[in-house]
């Protein structure tokens, strides 16, 4: 698919540019908190054991794979070799607790569902979606929780014309939060929580939290 290659290419390069300057610690630790306060706003709803798994599909180099240090974490990107050749912020070895697969999602191999899945802002970065959330449906546990991202179309004329036309070329995919909504709803997953997390013109930026 031409248009997932190029957002591919893109992402890297976007990376890059995003981080040139940038001290290593100092980001992360930065980006830990983050991923902390997104936890935050979720933790009451899905129970977190010391033996809890946890897949991070689309991770990229700080993805949210980095806030727990204490679990066993699977963390799944198609660009991992590019990010630790090329990027000095990502090395697999600060990580001991993760298993890093080189993967795009809908590629991913399952041997064993996670008890939660999340899919952090890569969702419409894939090349098949239906298959993805497919992916990503089959690789949560039945008794497990789901945890997404998005970037969710505010109106319908906008979301059709990036659809024509590359106004995010780093997303190949364009929908608004009642269709992410249904790519679960009709695999069987019940939605949970529906957090806004950034109100903007174009998109606003969602947690959805599901149980399967």
Known sequence: MLKWRLA??????????????????TYLNWKR?????????????IPLTPTST???????????????PGHSVTAIDPLLQQYETHLPFFERSDYPNCLFITSGIEDF????????????????????MEKAVDVIVKATKRSGYLVIS?????????????RLVP???LHPHQYDLKEYQSFLEKRGIKIKKTELLKQEFFFNHYLIVAAA
Do not use: T
Request: some cysteine; proline content about 1%; aromatic content about 18%.
């Open 150 to 162: 998005i970037d969710a179309h505010n109106h319908s004329f906008f979301k059709m014309l990036f």
């Open 109 to 128: 191999e399952i041997a064993s569902a996670f008890d939660i899945v999340f899919c952090m802002n890569a969702i419409n970065h894939v090349k098949d």
């Open 54 to 68: 946890i897949a991070d599909m689309g991770c990229g180099p700080a993805g949210i794979f980095i806030a727990f």
């Open 33 to 45: 908190e983050y991923w902390k306060s997104v936890w935050n706003k979720i933790a009451k709803v």
């Open 8 to 25: 591919q290419w893109v992402e890297l390069r976007w990376w890059k540019r995003y981080l040139k300057g940038k001290n290593k610690q």
């Open 167 to 169: 106004g995010d070329i």
